[in-house]
């Protein structure tokens, strides 16, 4: 995979793994949704410059992400059908494992944005949902889009994906997700163990 791949994976993932819903709906405002993104990208950008070490930065991106994102929504929806026959202890501590684990991978990418920053372009309403366009503009790259698609269908406004010149963060984690299953032989128990690991 070339390097600008790699990197633009990385940062869609990092500037914010953030939350994603089943349903969306339309109810707050075009200026409420851009408003929450650029809140958002303050607070990321603050850890690019923080300067702290990897497991600081890993500790902030974990608590960014908890902040904005309906955390359970993401971890069924990665996890696909089989969230069904999951019990509500398995659910809970693969919902929590699953936090910790897109703290983990994600988080390590931060010092490759040290010196970047990501700026909030505008925002517009698109069917139940709003989509905020970013660029991000990181050292030795070309500045690249990011679209954050927010909305209020877990019954707070949160950004629900996220699109990077086509690349579907939710999409790549059911797929992670389902690999993990499909190697513990479809034992939930034992994916969850492995994703406390993973990242």
Known sequence: M????????????????TSFCIAPV?????KQAEELVIQLVGEINA??????????????FERVFTRYADVSTIA???MGTDSRRASDAQLSRYTKEFSGYMARKYGKQFRKFVGGKIE???????????????????????PFEVLFLVSEGSGELLFFN????????LLSERTEIGALLDKNRGNIDNMIADLAKAG
């Open 26 to 30: 339309l109810a707050a405002s075009n």
């Open 120 to 142: 909030v372009n505008g925002s517009k309403p698109v069917k139940k949902y709003y989509e905020i366009s970013t660029t991000a503009k990181l050292n030795g790259e070309a």
């Open 162 to 169: 996220m699109f990077i010149e086509g690349i579907n963060l």
């Open 47 to 60: 850890i690019i410059a923080s300067g702290k070490s990897e497991s600081a930065m890993i500790r902030e």
């Open 76 to 78: 069924r929806y990665a």
């Open 2 to 17: 070339a390097k600008s791949n790699i990197t633009r994976r990385a940062i869609l993932g990092a500037m914010a793994a």
